[in-house]
């Protein structure tokens, strides 16, 4: 019997966005504007980036990118920090080439509640794995 493995054509990422009132709209218009600085029209075109889901509450979104052009939009990503000259970072968080990892923020999170932290606070006691 021959094994079959499964292959995803995309890469998604789970990017934080740090920039004033964003909207949907607006991150269209960044995402879009980050890969044509590095790589112009061509370079939209080429990775088929698209925005899957934005998370409002706490400014993260999930782009989807063609695996060949995943160190592109990487790239792309670290390089943008500035957008209708105010600032805006951009953190890439997470990077899979399944949805499934990037659905749960839980799921292989690289932060934790430490168990020794008697704070109710959800903003502290969080420490890194």
């Known amino acids: 019997m021959e094994k079959q493995t499964i292959h995803s054509n ?8 740090n920039y004033q ?10 995402v879009r504007e980050m890969i044509t600085k590095c790589y112009g ?8 980036a698209k925005i899957i889901s934005y998370n409002h509450k706490d400014s993260t979104f999930i782009l989807r990118c063609l695996k060949g052009s995943l160190s592109s939009i990487w790239a792309a990503v670290s390089l943008f ?11 890439i968080i997470k990077v899979s080439p399944w949805l499934l990892p990037l659905s749960n923020p839980d799921r292989f999170s690289i932060s934790k509640k430490s168990p ?3 704070n109710n606070n959800n903003n502290e006691g969080f420490m890194m794995e």
Do not use: M, W
């Not at 009132?21 to 960044?30: A, C, G, P, Q, V």
């Not at 920090?81 to 953190?91: A, F, K, N, Q, S």
């Open 41 to 48: 029209q061509t370079g939209i075109v080429a990775s088929d």
């Open 21 to 30: 009132s964003i909207t949907r709209d607006k991150l269209e218009l960044i």
């Open 10 to 17: 995309y890469f998604y990422l789970l990017i934080k966005v």
């Open 116 to 118: 020794f932290s008697n």
């Open 81 to 91: 920090y500035i957008y209708e000259t105010h600032p805006c970072i951009l953190e």
